[in-house]
C-alpha cells in the first residue's frame, strides 16, 4: 500500500515536472499575423538570393523599396548558413512551418516524393527543414515546391539553394 | 441514445452488475461517437492521404477510416460495436472540414468542422438515424499538445429521438523531442463532460507513442478500465 502511494506521488512529482519544463520551453502559440521573414518570392529569381551581392544587382532598375528589403538576409539568420553552403548544385534547402510530428513528415515527403525530377526528400523535424535532391542538377521551382508543401497542409517559408560559386 | 440508455438501465435494473456495466457502457459508448474516432488526430492528413484508426476497450470496439481529397476536406467512416446481452452497433459516413490552421515553425493550430450521418441500432432496438456535428480545436508544438471538442449528437428511430452533448479537453507533453523517424511519447490526460451523465466518465491517462506514421496509446480511466488506440497515417 506504502509503496503504491509512494509511486503515484512519484508520478505525480514527475508529471508536474514535465509540465513546468514543457511550459518553459514550448514555442509560443501561432500568431495570426503571416510570417515574412523568408518568404518565398513569387518571382522566378530565388537562386543565390541570400547574397547581399546578389540582392544589389537587380536593384539598379528596382525602386528602393527593394534594396531595403531585410527578409533574405533574416531568412538566413534562421537557417543553418553551413548547411546552405554544403549545397549540391541539384539540392533546395527549405523551410516549412506546421511540422510538429513523424505524420507530418509523411505527407509532405509523400507529395514532393510524387514530383517529377525529385531524387530523394529528407526532412529534419526540429529544425523544420525539408532537403530536397533533384534528378540530375535540375532544380524545381519555388512554385512547384510550394504548390506540393500547400497539398501536405503545410506552409513554406524559405527555400534555399547553392550560391554560385 | 440516452433514453435507450436509461430503458436498458431499467431493463438490467433487478441485477446491479449488470446496472454498472450498463451504466458504464453507455457512458462510454457516448463518449466515443461524440469524439473524433480518430482519437483526436488530425480529421483531415494531407491531399490523397488515408487515415486508419481502431480503439479498443473492455466491450467496446471502434474503427475509423478517412481519405483527404484536399488538405483540408476529408471523407470517412465510422464503424462501432457495443458488446452487451444485445449488441449495439453504429455506423456514420463522416465529412470532415479544416476550417482553419495556424502555423508557426515547430508548430501548428487547428479548428476542423465534424460531420457525419448514418444509421444506429441500440441493443435491438429499430434501425435508426444517427447524425453528428461538432467542432474540434487543437494546438501542438513538438514539446506540447492540447485539445478541445465540442459536438453533438442526434438519433432517431421509431423508438428514440434523442440529442446529447458532449465536450472533451486533452493535453499531452512530450517528455523530449524525437528526431524524425524516432520513437516520440507523449503523455496525455483527457477529461470529458456528458449533458446528461455527469459523473459518470472519468479523467483518462494515457501513453501516447509516435513512431513515423502510426500511433498507438495505452493507458485507463480512473475506474481502472483499460484504453488502447491505434492510428496510422498512410
New interface residues.
Given amino acids: 500500500m506504502m509503496s503504491r502511494v509512494f509511486t503515484v506521488r512519484v508520478v505525480t512529482l514527475n508529471?508536474l515536472l514535465?509540465?513546468l519544463?514543457?511550459a518553459v520551453?514550448?514555442?509560443?502559440?501561432?500568431?495570426?499575423a503571416p510570417?515574412v521573414r523568408g518568404q518565398v518570392a513569387p518571382s522566378a529569381e530565388p537562386k543565390g538570393s541570400e547574397e547581399p551581392k546578389e540582392v544589389e544587382e537587380p536593384k539598379e532598375a528596382e525602386e528602393p523599396k527593394e534594396a531595403e528589403e531585410p527578409k533574405e538576409a533574416e531568412a538566413l539568420v534562421?537557417c543553418d548558413p553551413q548547411a546552405i553552403a554544403s549545397l549540391k548544385p541539384n539540392q533546395s534547402l527549405l523551410?516549412v512551418?506546421?511540422?510538429?510530428?513523424?505524420?507530418?513528415?509523411?505527407?509532405?515527403t509523400?507529395?514532393l516524393s510524387a514530383l517529377e525530377g525529385v531524387k530523394s526528400v529528407e526532412?529534419?523535424?526540429?529544425a523544420?527543414s525539408v532537403l530536397i535532391t533533384a534528378e540530375g542538377a535540375s532544380q524545381l521551382s519555388d512554385e512547384t515546391l510550394k504548390d506540393a508543401i500547400?497539398?501536405?497542409?503545410?506552409?513554406l517559408?524559405d527555400v534555399h539553394r547553392p550560391e554560385a560559386r | 441514445m440516452i433514453n435507450l440508455g436509461v430503458k436498458l438501465l431499467m431493463r438490467h435494473a433487478e441485477r446491479p452488475p449488470y446496472l454498472i456495466a450498463t451504466v458504464l457502457l453507455f457512458a462510454t459508448l457516448t463518449s466515443l461517437i461524440l469524439r473524433p474516432a480518430t482519437g483526436l488526430?488530425?480529421p483531415?492528413?494531407?491531399?490523397?492521404?488515408v487515415a486508419v484508426s481502431m480503439m479498443s476497450q473492455p466491450g467496446v470496439r471502434l474503427w475509423h477510416t478517412n481519405y483527404s481529397l484536399?488538405?483540408?476536406v476529408a471523407l470517412g467512416a465510422d464503424y462501432m460495436e457495443l458488446d452487451g446481452e444485445e449488441p449495439s452497433a453504429i455506423g456514420l459516413g463522416r465529412l470532415s472540414v479544416?476550417l482553419k490552421?495556424?502555423?508557426?515553425?515547430?508548430?501548428?493550430?487547428n479548428l476542423y468542422l465534424l460531420t457525419g450521418v448514418g444509421a444506429a441500432e441500440w441493443g435491438g432496438a429499430d434501425l435508426g438515424l444517427a447524425w453528428m456535428g461538432g467542432v474540434q480545436a487543437d494546438?501542438?508544438?513538438?514539446?506540447?499538445y492540447t485539445a478541445l471538442i465540442g459536438r453533438v449528437l442526434g438519433d432517431q428511430s421509431p423508438s428514440t429521438d434523442t440529442l446529447a452533448y458532449h465536450a472533451l479537453y486533452r493535453f499531452g507533453?512530450?517528455?523530449y523531442?524525437?528526431?524524425?523517424?524516432e520513437l516520440?511519447a507523449w503523455?496525455v490526460g483527457q477529461v470529458s463532460y456528458h449533458r446528461g451523465m455527469e459523473g459518470l466518465p472519468s479523467p483518462t491517462l494515457l501513453m501516447r507513442v509516435?513512431?513515423?506514421?502510426?500511433?498507438w496509446e495505452l493507458g485507463a480511466d480512473l475506474k481502472g478500465r483499460p484504453w488502447l488506440q491505434l492510428m496510422a497515417?498512410f
Fill in positions: 508529471v514535465l509540465l519544463t514543457s520551453s514550448a514555442t509560443p502559440p501561432p500568431s495570426t510570417q534562421t523551410h512551418q506546421g511540422m510538429v510530428c513523424g505524420m507530418c513528415v509523411q505527407g509532405i509523400k507529395l526532412i529534419e523535424l526540429e523544420g500547400t497539398r501536405a497542409g503545410y506552409k517559408q | 488526430g488530425h483531415v492528413t494531407f491531399e490523397g492521404g484536399t488538405s483540408s479544416l490552421r495556424w502555423m508557426g515553425r515547430g508548430s501548428q493550430g494546438y501542438e508544438t513538438q514539446r506540447v507533453v512530450a517528455p523531442i524525437a528526431k524524425t523517424n516520440q503523455l509516435f513512431h513515423r506514421s502510426a500511433l497515417h
